[in-house]
């Protein structure tokens, strides 16, 4: 093999390779597109956004560890207990059109 042919070969492989890499798929850009999904909730639904019944309500509270529920008020939009859980008494506030707990304030330490 003589020297021409020696300097054609070491000239074609970086050609094909520069040919192969313009001709790749690669140099193509994709479109963009955001795969994003935010649930962004307040409070604490409790009846998963059904309507619920005064009882349902009380229900609801003792599942969530309260003891000692009264019913205050349950007319209108929201249903208003006292109760106490862990030693302290609480006033809660409950959503009537889906159970969510929309206030709770703790009242006294010790009931």
């Not at 970086?14 to 307040?42: C, D, W």
């Not at 009846?47 to 229900?59: K, L, M, T």
Request: proline letters at 5%.
């Amino acid at each position: 093999m003589n020297f021409s042919q020696k300097m054609f070969r070491s000239s074609l492989v970086p050609f094909m390779l520069s040919l192969a890499i313009l001709a790749s798929p690669l140099s193509v850009p994709r479109e963009a597109s955001a795969q994003i999904g935010i649930n962004i909730g307040v409070g604490s639904s409790l009846n998963r956004g059904r309507p619920i019944s005064c009882p349902q309500g009380e229900r609801l509270l003792r599942g969530r560890g309260f003891r000692d529920i009264n019913r205050e008020n349950c007319r209108g939009r929201f249903f208003n207990y006292r109760a106490s859980r862990n030693g302290q008494r609480f006033e809660v506030a409950i959503r009537q059109s889906d159970g969510r707990i929309v206030d709770m304030r703790r009242t006294s330490r010790r009931w």
